[in-house]
């Protein structure tokens, strides 16, 4: 299982990002996904989950509102848009698999992980 964030950058508070994560080596389109974050200095924190058809979503309160989880199965593809940026946004960002098929919403415990991608917000 391979997964590759990317889309961060450095934006200034206010401003949107929208990152992508593409998965390979595995079914995506039967795997629950999630996005986490780690900031400088704090432990790693779920933001944003979907479950395997992207009928249903779960976000963490710090985000709530101003971040959108979606995904495209025919694509391998998951996506965060994330608008009205703040600097407390600031964080290395991970997407992660749930390698259980079908199964639920998950704010922990994935099987799978790729590289993160730096999202810095200016103030």
């Known amino acids: 299982v391979q997964l590759q964030a990317s889309g961060g950058g450095l934006v200034q508070a206010g401003g949107s990002l929208s990152l992508s994560c593409a998965a390979s080596g595995r079914s995506f389109s039967t795997s629950a996904m999630g996005w986490f974050r780690q900031g400088p200095g704090k432990e790693r924190e779920f933001v944003a989950a979907?479950?395997?058809?992207?009928?249903?979503?779960l976000y963490a309160d710090s985000v709530k509102g101003r971040f959108t989880v979606s995904r495209d199965n025919a694509r391998n593809t998951v996506y965060l848009q994330m608008s009205n940026l703040k600097p407390e946004d600031t964080a290395v960002y991970y997407c992660a698999a749930d390698q259980r098929v079908f199964g639920p919403l998950r704010r922990e415990g994935m099987d799978y992980w790729g590289k993160g991608t730096q999202v810095t917000v200016s103030s």
């Open positions: 979907i479950n395997w058809s992207g009928g249903s979503t």
